[in-house]
């Protein structure tokens, strides 16, 4: 495998594994052949990058992701493929390595950094490759290059945001798994995730310090301890949705987030601060849910000495619609308080982008999604807002008179839009025994087989109009009329329409109308549409 990227001079670097397409291309670049006929040396690749990985914990999950894709196209499902690209990217985005310094937020994750120092070195310098065993191997190979080699590298992979975070902050250094010195019964007092009693409830336990160190995801560490339960979560250090602020003093500081999903066992928002100090101990701080809600897919900014968190998704009795959750943590003494804002706000936003201003008197918020409430999906932040966090007031940039409709089934069931284009896709490419499947799976859901093609024609509407093309979208379609892009979010329960810029009402009109008969055909049910 690596004979074969170093032949082709296939960089792979940050940005690479960063977009979607550009992780499809690759795999095309080595061709289909090589991975549907040639298995051997892709379970060869696997071996090799686990094993080079199998002493960092932080990223080795991250790895697994990445080799499932391969895995994936190896079984012909291009649709599944491009899922798992999608689930990555949040993966990469919203895990530990989310990283916030001073006024920037830098998506850097050290498993891709791993990745692009192993195949810079396998393409210009096959002898520091042979040198490399692990993660740590690739870091100081590249903390030793010239300067020389540090322009190459930064040419091509951005090496410059590595080391400026290196140089200000200790970050990316081995935390040594601790050995497993406490008796199932400790690990069963300290199994289940716990509220703090004062604000903040300094903890400390020799579990959870294990499961920071090694990793391990709740199912995993249940496993160690040949554990089953599906009454209670497992406490977890491996979550999505949390943010680390690293301080210049060495600290890394966790903030909650989420592990699994609504319809897991250990599904589980929290609502905790998890310092890691410089000397690799490990300190928690638990609150009282009235001081720190459950909280993930939030904003940490650092001002000085304190980090402000901005945004929430939280569990669905917790949002409060209309209004954007803020907490002010202090570093010093960790405690949390929550901030009331004024003015315009962006309502109960998560996913965003936060920045602070040079003068580090305001923040402005950008990207994310928003609940409005009434049981519709979380709809995009299309504007922009700035928080100004000496008066704690919003103000709102840009008014993006956007219009926006949700097509959806009047029963609020889930779409089979996703099931239907993989079906589609097997369909095109003569894959027969899995096209198959898919039909008994729509005649035993659904109760009849849809008429796969049409979906191809979905976002056609009966007006002149341009098909965009864009390659780092997954589940969205575009099209131009009359200047205006209008984009269709494909989600389970819905179809987002968003006419970005000013339409006459007759062309929106038909591409709603057009896009609502379709879908009722499609899936023989009555779809409805709502605006907001």
Same mark, same amino acid.
């Given at each position: 495998?690596?004979?074969?990227?170093?032949?082709?001079?296939?960089?792979?670097?940050?940005?690479?594994?960063?977009?979607?397409?550009?992780?499809?291309?690759?795999?095309?670049?080595?061709?289909?052949?090589?991975?549907?006929?040639?298995?051997?040396?892709?379970?060869?690749?696997?071996?090799?990058?686990?094993?080079?990985?199998?002493?960092?914990?932080?990223?080795?999950?991250?790895?697994?992701?990445?080799?499932?894709?391969?895995?994936?196209?190896?079984?012909?499902?291009?649709?599944?493929?491009?899922?798992?690209?999608?689930?990555?990217?949040?993966?990469?985005?919203?895990?530990?390595?989310?990283?916030?310094?001073?006024?920037?937020?830098?998506?850097?994750?050290?498993?891709?950094?791993?990745?692009?120092?192993?195949?810079?070195? =396998?393409?210009?310098?096959?002898?520091?490759?042979?040198?490399?065993?692990?993660?740590?191997?690739?870091?100081?190979?590249?903390?030793?290059?010239?300067?020389?080699?540090?322009?190459?590298?930064?040419?091509?992979?951005?090496?410059?945001?590595?080391? @400026?975070?290196?140089?200000?902050?200790?970050?990316?250094?081995?935390?040594?798994?601790? %050995?497993?010195?406490?008796?199932?019964? @400790?690990?069963?007092?300290?199994?289940?995730?716990?509220?703090?009693?004062?604000?903040?409830?300094?903890?400390?336990?020799?579990?959870?310090?294990?499961? =920071?160190?090694?990793?391990?995801?709740?199912?995993?560490?249940?496993?160690?301890?040949?554990?089953?339960?599906?009454?209670?979560?497992?406490?977890?250090?491996?979550?999505?949705?949390?943010? =680390?602020?690293?301080?210049?003093?060495?600290?890394?500081?966790?903030?909650?987030?989420?592990?699994?999903?609504?319809?897991?066992?250990?599904?589980?928002?929290?609502?905790?601060?998890?310092?890691?100090?410089?000397?690799?101990?490990?300190?928690?701080?638990?609150?009282?849910?009235?001081?720190?809600?459950?909280?993930?897919?939030?904003?940490?900014?650092?001002?000085?000495?304190?980090?402000?968190?901005?945004?929430?998704?939280?569990?669905?009795?917790?949002?409060?619609?209309? =209004?954007?959750?803020?907490?002010?943590?202090?570093?010093?003494?960790?405690?949390?308080?929550?901030?009331?804002?004024?003015?315009?706000?962006?309502?109960?936003?998560?996913?965003?982008?936060?920045?602070?201003?040079?003068?580090?008197?305001?923040?402005?918020?950008?990207?994310?999604?928003?609940?409005?409430?009434?049981?519709?999906?979380?709809? @995009?932040?299309?504007?922009?807002?700035?928080?100004?966090?000496?008066?704690?007031?919003?103000?709102?940039?840009?008014? %993006?008179?956007?219009?926006?409709?949700?097509?959806?089934?009047?029963?609020?069931?889930?779409?089979?839009?996703?099931?239907?284009?993989?079906?589609?896709?097997?369909?095109?490419?003569?894959?027969?025994?899995?096209?198959?499947?898919?039909?008994?799976?729509?005649?035993?859901?659904?109760?009849?087989?849809?008429?796969?093609?049409?979906?191809?024609?979905?976002?056609?509407?009966?007006?002149?109009?341009?098909?965009?093309?864009?390659?780092?979208?997954?589940?969205?379609?575009?099209?131009?009329?009359?200047?205006?892009?209008?984009?269709?979010?494909? @989600?389970?329960?819905?179809?987002?329409?968003?006419?970005?810029?000013?339409?006459?009402?007759?062309?929106?009109?038909?591409?709603?109308?057009?896009?609502?008969?379709?879908?009722?055909?499609?899936?023989?049910?009555?779809?409805?549409?709502?605006?907001?």
């Amino acid at each position: 495998m690596e004979k074969l990227l170093k032949e082709k001079k296939i960089p792979l670097d940050l940005k690479k594994w960063m977009s979607n397409e550009e992780v499809k291309s690759i795999f095309l670049e080595l061709g289909y052949e090589l991975i549907y006929e040639k298995k051997n040396i892709v379970d060869d690749a696997f071996k090799t990058l686990n094993e080079k990985m199998k002493d960092c914990p932080y990223f080795k999950s991250g790895l697994q992701e990445i080799l499932e894709i391969i895995t994936f196209v190896a079984h012909n499902n291009d649709g599944v493929l491009f899922g798992y690209l999608h689930k990555i990217n949040d993966y990469f985005l919203a895990e530990p390595f989310t990283i916030s310094y001073d006024n920037e937020t830098f998506n850097l994750e050290m498993g891709i950094l791993y990745q692009a120092i192993l195949w810079h070195c =396998v393409q210009y310098n096959e002898e520091e490759y042979e040198k490399i065993e692990n993660f740590f191997d690739a870091y100081n190979i590249g903390l030793n290059w010239t300067e020389d080699e540090k322009k190459l590298y930064k040419d091509k992979h951005r090496l410059d945001i590595f080391y @400026e975070l290196q140089s200000k902050c200790k970050y990316g250094r081995k935390i040594v798994p601790k %050995k497993v010195d406490f008796t199932k019964e @400790e690990f069963l007092l300290w199994r289940e995730p716990r509220l703090g009693k004062d604000n903040p409830t300094k903890l400390n336990s020799l579990v959870w310090e294990y499961g =920071v160190c090694s990793y391990e995801s709740a199912y995993g560490l249940n496993k160690k301890f040949n554990y089953s339960s599906t009454k209670s979560a497992t406490w977890c250090f491996s979550r999505i949705g949390k943010t =680390v602020t690293l301080l210049a003093d060495g600290r890394e500081i966790h903030i909650a987030g989420e592990h699994e999903d609504f319809y897991d066992s250990d599904f589980y928002i929290y609502n905790d601060v998890i310092v890691i100090e410089p000397d690799d101990s490990i300190i928690f701080y638990n609150y009282p849910k009235d001081v720190f809600l459950p909280t993930d897919f939030h904003s940490a900014t650092l001002i000085e000495d304190i980090i402000v968190i901005i945004g929430n998704i939280s569990y669905p009795e917790y949002r409060e619609i209309g =209004v954007t959750q803020i907490y002010q943590l202090d570093i010093d003494s960790f405690k949390i308080t929550k901030i009331e804002s004024i003015g315009n706000n962006p309502k109960w936003i998560s996913r965003h982008k936060a920045i602070l201003s040079e003068d580090k008197k305001s923040i402005k918020i950008i990207g994310g999604q928003i609940d409005v409430g009434g049981n519709r999906s979380l709809i @995009e932040n299309i504007d922009e807002w700035e928080l100004n966090v000496k008066t704690w007031e919003w103000r709102q940039l840009t008014d %993006k008179q956007w219009k926006r409709f949700e097509i959806k089934r009047k029963d609020n069931d889930f779409n089979h839009l996703y099931k239907i284009r993989n079906a589609l896709f097997d369909l095109e490419h003569n894959w027969q025994d899995d096209y198959t499947k898919a039909l008994e799976y729509f005649k035993e859901e659904l109760g009849f087989h849809p008429n796969i093609k049409l979906i191809k024609e979905l976002y056609f509407p009966n007006i002149p109009y341009n098909i965009v093309v864009e390659k780092d979208n997954y589940r969205v379609y575009k099209i131009e009329v009359k200047g205006i892009i209008v984009r269709f979010n494909e @989600e389970d329960d819905a179809i987002v329409v968003t006419i970005e810029g000013y339409l006459e009402d007759k062309y929106i009109d038909e591409i709603i109308r057009d896009t609502l008969e379709k879908m009722s055909i499609l899936e023989r049910c009555e779809y409805v549409v709502e605006s907001f």
